[in-house]
Structures are given as structure tokens and as C-alpha cells.
């Protein structure tokens, strides 16, 4: 048989194409000839290629080798064709006894020596292989428990082209590799709890609404009031993900390359904390053919941005979108690229230089200078953060107080019962959280009696809500009357919303310092 083809595939974002890895060895002047869309990394993979087979002891006459790509109009990118371009080598020159058909894919890196490496994205391949009726994926020994989290998948991990090349031909049986089921309560929790936040009881019920309600969360108050170390806590009182949520976020991580191949499936919601000198294609993801950003990794988790003034103001302002679409389009001049983006922002910061305002006993900073600083985070972007509560300074007796403040795991079963109400009450709506609720469903599901309405009414008015702020205002107050075990909305629940909403025109909403 001089022609072949083997399956494989290709990843785009978080897409997956199938890509026929065509190969034709024939009589004629000796060359190794490749084409189909190609990146230079993959052009390399011909010398890769060609000494891996050697060095696994099989033979390659100098014959004029053509290797095609297909479908040609996509991009084909990184090393992981280079082990089904040599299995379709090795089946034209007859060194396999038989063709794997089209329900087997082979994905994998070569190196020199014919042993087979890892590959970022295997799980996302494996599910659109399931996707297409295929039943069988060859993947590299290290990547094959993240390919077994597709179940109906037969997949096989190989070290090498030699054991490739056995297992394809049927000449050896696959070792079955063994992978705990892990449940969703197997992560590991984070250290920082909030039996260790001293004080700031505001602070703490800010934060639990927050969580319960999936609300963003913008805490303000000077240097050492334990801004940094409760937005940290809040990992603690995260509700666990189910399988599918797991899955979707396992996904992202594959294609990022940051699993680990012993325990892949992620059964912790994320946290992750950005450095204020971080890029927009940091937060977004970049790259020619971009990758997932800060964004998207912290989907079904917290993005953690602390001394948010410090950041490029380009860089907050393109959070603004994936706040409300959950989602964030990339476009490039190869395509257009979606990455999910359903995350909880949660954000810290002084309100000055100095730290000290609005104590002008102990500021040193000039109007100006705290203008321009609070100035840096914009008013659009302001309207998307639910809850913004003060840090206030913490007193001698409350650090050294015997007495211990409730811990994370209190404060994570109401929040767990929250979530619960939430989804079963939307079950039908296609929503899980209150801070997802729009249009129809926000009027249904936040309605107001009379009192409430004539106190949103004068609330509206005087705190100059933008619509926008108002209706954020509604979902947190369906959050905390969630948290109360309330079915409908009180004065109650709407006076605790709207004071989340005054810290905010504390420090922004004045003409003059």
C-alpha cells in the first residue's frame, strides 16, 4: 500500500476540527514533501518525523514521501501531528499490518528517540471524536486520564512509535489504564478561611452575598483592613461544581496545557488573582490563534484584581463585555474565536495614594491626586459591580479578641442552600444564579410590593441610578432575601442592596473632595 490516511485533529480555541493526515510513499527522487495549511512547527515535524522512525527500528527507503493535511483550508498548528503523520507513513510502507479505519484517532508528539509526548487539549479532541461516532483515540501515555473523562471512549495511552504502531496492527493489547472516578468534593480547599478575618463583619456579608447570588464584588478601604485576605477566603465558601461544570472547565484548562495528568478533572471552582501589570491579551487570551486568557480560565470561578487602580485603564474597560456577555469574541485575521467567560470579578483597592481618605487627619494626598485616582476606574464599569462594600480600619481589641468569627464552612452551606433555591427556581429559565437574571425573568422573579417599589422609586432619584444599577440593585436584594429563606423581596432585603450601592457614591459620586 503505498497511500494512507489516519485520523486526527486539530484545536481552534476551544473548537475541534478533524483533520485526514494523508500520506503517499512512492518510487521516485527521494523527498519529504508536506502541505495542507501549515505552521512552521509543523513543517519541522518531517525531520522529527523521519528520525523517529528510524530509531524505532523500522526501515525508511529514500522514497519520495507526500504528506497532506486535510481539510486544507484550516490552520494546522503545534506538534501533535507528528505521531499520525508517521503512522500514515508506516501503513504505506507496509509496517502496519493493517489500516486503523475511521474510528480511530491518533494524536501525539514525536521526539527523536520515538518516544511520544504530551499534548495540550486532549480532552476537548475526545469529546468532539465521541461527537462524530468515533470509538477509539491513541493518545500519548501522559494525556490518557484526561481522555478518559469522555466516557463511552475506548482510549489508549502509548509511550512510543513502536507501541503505536503494536497496537494499531492489533499485534499488542493495550494496557487498560486505571483512573479514579473523582467526585466533585475531592479539590482540594483553599488554606485562607474567614474564621481568620478579624472584624469586618460588613466586609464578610458582602462577600457570602456575593457568592450566593454569583454578584461582583468591589471592596474599598485603606492598606492592611484585610481586603486582600477576604477576597481570598472567598475561594473557601465557593459551592462545588457539578460533572458538567467540571467538564466545561477541565476543557478550558486542557487547551491551556495546565492539567495535571494524574488528577485532570478540576473539581474546585478557580481562583485567579491578576497582577495589575497584566496585558489586555493577558486578561482576554491572545496569540495568533488565541488561547484562553485570565478570563477564561477563571470561568465558573473568581477573577481576583487587586489595587484595581493600578491597572491600565484599557485593561479594565475590555472586562466590561465579558461581564455581560459571559463570553468574549476574539477576532483574527484566520477567524473568529468565542471563550467562555461566566466569572465573578471581585476587585480591592484604596481609596487614595496614600491609602488614607477619607481620614484627612492622615492623608497626605492632594485633591487632585485622589480625583485622579479614584478617576482611574471608570463610571460604565462601575455599574457592573453589584456590591461595593468599605473596609473599615480594624481595632486593637478585635485582633486580639478570644473570641473566633464563623469559618468558611458554615458560610459555605447557606451559600450552597442558595445556589439550591436558585437552581431550582430557574431551572426552566436557563439561568443558575440571580446575577444572570434579565428581561422577562428579572420582572418575574424580582417583582416589588407597593412599598418596595415607592422605595426603589425615591432610591432611584436620589442616588441618580443609571438603569443598569438598578436592576443590579434588584438581584441582589432576590440574593440576600435567597439567603434569608424569603420567597419574596422585603424592605428589608432592598435597604441591605442599596447600601452596597452608597459606598460606591461615597467615594465617586461627589463633585468636590
Request: with cysteine.
Amino acid at each position: 500500500m503505498s497511500f494512507s490516511t489516519i485520523i486526527s485533529a486539530a484545536v481552534e480555541g476551544l473548537n475541534v476540527e478533524l483533520i485526514r493526515v494523508e500520506a503517499d510513499v512512492s518510487n521516485g527522487l527521494p523527498v519529504f514533501h508536506m502541505v495542507g495549511y501549515l505552521s512552521s512547527e509543523v513543517k519541522e515535524a518531517s525531520e522529527r518525523v523521519r528520525t523517529a522512525i528510524r530509531n524505532s527500528g523500522f526501515t525508511f527507503p529514500a522514497k519520495r514521501t507526500v504528506i497532506n493535511l486535510s481539510p486544507a483550508t484550516v490552520r494546522k498548528r503545534g506538534a501533535s501531528f507528528d505521531l499520525p503523520i508517521a503512522a500514515a507513513i508506516l501503513l504505506s510502507l507496509g509496517e502496519l499490518e493493517k489500516s486503523p479505519d475511521g474510528n480511530c484517532l491518533i494524536i501525539g508528539e514525536l521526539g527523536l528517540d520515538g518516544k511520544v509526548r504530551k499534548v495540550p487539549g486532549i480532552l476537548p479532541i475526545v469529546m468532539e471524536a465521541k461527537a462524530r461516532g468515533i470509538t477509539r483515540c491513541v493518545v500519548p501515555e501522559e494525556n490518557v486520564r484526561e481522555g478518559m473523562l469522555v466516557p463511552g471512549m475506548e482510549v489508549l495511552g502509548v509511550k512510543s512509535l513502536e507501541e503505536t504502531a503494536d497496537i494499531v496492527s492489533g499485534r499488542k493489547k493495550p494496557r487498560p489504564a486505571k483512573i479514579r472516578k473523582k467526585s466533585i468534593s475531592d479539590g482540594k480547599l483553599p488554606e485562607d478561611d474567614f474564621s481568620e478575618v478579624r472584624g469586618q463583619e460588613n466586609v464578610r456579608r458582602a462577600a457570602e452575598l456575593a457568592v450566593a447570588g454569583g454578584h461582583n464584588l468591589l471592596l474599598i478601604g485603606s492598606p492592611g483592613s484585610g481586603k486582600t485576605m477576604t477576597a481570598r477566603c472567598i475561594a473557601g465558601i465557593l459551592p462545588p461544581p457539578d460533572r458538567e461544570e467540571s467538564m466545561e472547565i477541565t476543557k478550558i484548562y486542557s487547551v491551556s496545557g495546565l492539567l495535571d495528568e494524574r488528577e485532570p478533572l478540576i473539581g474546585q471552582r478557580p481562583f485567579r488573582s491578576v497582577h495589575h501589570t497584566a496585558t489586555r491579551a493577558a486578561l482576554t487570551g491572545g496569540g495568533l490563534i488565541p488561547k484562553p486568557g485570565e478570563i477564561s480560565l477563571a470561568h465558573g470561578g473568581v477573577l481576583f484584581l487587586d489595587e484595581l487602580p493600578e491597572f491600565r485603564k484599557g485593561v479594565l474597560e475590555v472586562l466590561r463585555q465579558p461581564l455581560e456577555k459571559k463570553s468574549i469574541q476574539i477576532s483574527r485575521a484566520h477567524g473568529n474565536y468565542s471563550f467562555p467567560a461566566d466569572f465573578m470579578l471581585v476587585a480591592a483597592m484604596n481609596p487614595c495614594p496614600c491609602g488614607c481618605y477619607p481620614d484627612m487627619q492622615r492623608c497626605t494626598c492632594t485633591p487632585a491626586q485622589i480625583q485622579a485616582y479614584i478617576g482611574r476606574i471608570s463610571q460604565p464599569f462601575l455599574d457592573r459591580i453589584d456590591i461595593c462594600a468599605e473596609s473599615s480600619r480594624v481595632e486593637f481589641g478585635e485582633l486580639t479578641g478570644e473570641d473566633k468569627a464563623e469559618g468558611s464552612a458554615q458560610i459555605r452551606e447557606r451559600v450552597c442552600r442558595a445556589r439550591e433555591i436558585q437552581k431550582v427556581r430557574y431551572r426552566d429559565a436557563g439561568i443558575h444564579v440571580n446575577s444572570m437574571l434579565e428581561g422577562e425573568n428579572l420582572k418575574k422573579y424580582c417583582e416589588l410590593g407597593p412599598a418596595g417599589k415607592k422605595m426603589m422609586e425615591q432610591a432611584f432619584d436620589v442616588l441618580k441610578l443609571s438603569a443598569r444599577a438598578y436592576y443590579r440593585v434588584l438581584k441582589v436584594a432576590r440574593t440576600a432575601a435567597d439567603l434569608s429563606g424569603e420567597e419574596k423581596i422585603r424592605e428589608e432585603h432592598l435597604r441591605e442592596a442599596l447600601g452596597y450601592r452608597t459606598v460606591d457614591r461615597k467615594y465617586w459620586g461627589r463633585q468636590k473632595i
